[in-house]
């Protein structure tokens, strides 16, 4: 099983799960700042570590070499998380992927394979592992999967125009992507970003029925 940090939500009665994947070189401890920026009473947190060490960090896959065997590998032990998960109270309808950068790139490939239909999914400054590949294994949930993916027009490391064909693609395959561009690096983009998701969010959540 994959090590991560539970973070419970304010509102204790809630089931909704947000567990969040790091980018390379990075850890759980880096996204502690998550749940206060979204400032969500009723969003619990898991947040994990990638399997693999790298330079004091973790990684999800080999960034240098083949990524294909690591995708492949940390996808099924994201699908042991999120057996887990249901298995401690948190279904999958209410349970939201979050991933930067590796973790986007986890969080789609996880979504469109996993059997059964999640209420969300985010993803930051990612792309898409060998997206014909993906779509071809995408499970028969894939088209109800609910999808918000942002990128940087400025990015040095993953430039935005690849990324943009993708997205397209994905589109295009009967994919539910809401796709945003923001002027920024390889970046989370401040409290315009932030609000961007805590909107995508909180929109996920079925409207409360009237008092009658």
Known sequence: MLDSLPIPATDKDSRWLMIVLHGLGDSLAG???????????????????????????????????????????????????LEDSERQGFPPDQTILFGFSQGCLMTIEVALRYPRTLAGAVGISGYVHEPERLLQRRSPAAPSQRFLLTHGTADPLLPIEPVRRQMRQLQEAGIRVAWHEFPKEHTIAGEEEISLIRNFVTGLRPAPSPVA
């Open 31 to 81: 996204y502690r700042w998550l749940p206060d920026a979204l400032a969500l009473p009723w969003l619990h947190y898991r947040l994990v570590n990638a399997p693999d060490h790298y330079f004091g960090g973790y990684s999800w896959y080999d960034f240098a070499g083949d990524p294909g065997p690591g995708v492949e590998r940390s996808a099924r032990l994201l699908f042991e998380l």
